[in-house]
C-alpha cells in the first residue's frame, strides 16, 4: 500500500499561504529556489532587538509541499531567532532523509511523513525553513 503524498492535511496547510505577503521595508529578505521542481520562496523579516523575528512576510510560486511547509514555518516564527530556525531547519532535513525518526521540536513537521520517500520532493519542503533562518540571521546582524 503505498501513502499519499498530498494529503488533505497537505493541500488544507498550502491554502492557508494566501493570507502571507511581503513586508514592505523587511530588515532581510532571502529567496530560495528548488532546482528540483522550479518552487520558489521569499522569506521577509523584522526583528526585534533581541534577533527574533517581529513580523514575517513571505512570497511564493511553489507546489503544495512547499506552500504547506511555508505556512507551518510561518505560523510559529514570530518569537523565534534565525538559531531557532536553523535547527527546525536541520532537524527537518534529518528527519526527511530518515536520519532521524522525529521531526523535530517545530509544530506540525510530521505531516511530511510520507515525503521521505521522495526525495526530489526534499528540497521544496525545505525552502522556507532555509530562507527564513537566512532572513532571520541576517537582518539580526
Known sequence: MTTQLYTLDVLRLATSTAD?????????SVEKRSPTCGSRVRVDVIVDAQGNIAELGAELQACA????????MAAHAVGRSGAELGIARDALRAYLKGASERSGDWPGLEIFAAARKHPGRHAAILLAFEAAAEAATAAAG
Open 65 to 72: 509541499l512547499g506552500q504547506a511547509s511555508t505556512a507551518l
Open 20 to 28: 502571507l505577503h511581503p513586508l514592505e521595508n523587511p530588515q532581510a
